[in-house]
């Protein structure tokens, strides 16, 4: 049973007193144990369960066997993934994952996706423009609310920290998630839900990550911004000049967004 749910990505399995429903883990047909984030990102319950059960210490070390470990995590994207995936509010958890990244990355799609306010996306054609619509309603949907978190997500990729805080102060109800060009690759922005990117196209690893993101699902629906030399072509929807300063940047950031 529990290779099943953390190896086999299991989706309904029972056992004599375990069963899998969806992603959860429960324990003696109620008790929630743990909640599978994503393939290698799992929240694990950290309450004696009921009964004396060794479930827990199981699961553990099937974790482990399967090279997961536990890593840190951001609290209130933990509780936003809990309450409205699990309906539990003030319990305790721990998240297991290979590398803090991936356990990041991880929670934050989840945290995106409304299920507590129930406009979570239906299903739907994958090249469908209504489809791609309600995603990316749903991405800034009731979980960050929920979880206090900003309305819009905004991944800037190759720019210097100075010039991201200066832009970021501008820039209220939005959370701006800075990464070298090196840090990230043009899918994971999806994996961070991002309501818009902003890249440094200047160079060309800068020009090639943004011709990379408007080719991936999520850059094909998302507004991008580039910073790019004067009258330099970028496949961006806006090319920002080095002369202007970061806050007319946030300027033509906030046209973009809803």
């Known amino acids: 049973m529990l290779e099943a749910f953390v190896g086999g990505g299991a989706v309904k399995a029972f056992g004599p007193s375990l069963h899998v429903e969806g992603a959860t883990l429960a324990l003696d047909g109620w008790w929630k144990a743990a909640f599978r984030v994503a393939p290698t990102t799992f929240a694990v319950r950290e309450e004696p369960p009921p009964d004396g059960s060794r479930a827990l210490d199981g699961l553990e070390e099937c974790l482990r066997e399967h090279g997961l470990r536990p890593v840190g995590a951001d609290p209130s994207l933990l509780i936003a993934v809990t309450y409205t995936s699990l309906d539990l509010g003030a319990s305790e958890w721990a998240v297991w994952s290979d590398n803090q990244h991936t356990a990041d990355a991880a929670l934050s799609a989840l945290a995106g996706v409304d299920t507590f306010f129930d406009d979570a996306p239906r299903a739907a054609s994958s090249t469908s423009s209504a489809g791609a619509a309600s995603v990316y309603e749903a991405q800034r949907g009731g979980a960050r609310r929920t979880a206090g978190l900003a309305a819009m997500v905004i991944v800037a990729v190759g720019l210097d920290e ?21 840090e990230i690759e043009p899918e994971e922005c999806g994996s961070l839900l991002a309501d818009l990117a902003f890249v440094d196209a200047r160079s060309g690893a800068g020009m090639a990550f943004t011709l990379a993101l408007r080719a991936t699902p999520r850059g094909a629906t998302m507004p991008i911004v580039a910073l790019g030399p ?13 002369e202007e300063s970061p806050e007319e940047w946030a300027g033509h950031i906030r046209r973009l967004l809803p």
């Not at 004067?230 to 080095?242: I, K, L, N, Q, R």
């Open 162 to 182: 100075e010039a991201v805080d200066a832009m970021a102060a501008t820039l209220d109800n939005c959370r701006v998630e800075a990464r070298a060009i090196s």
């Open 230 to 242: 004067d009258g330099a072509w970028t496949p961006a929807d806006v090319t920002v000049s080095p």
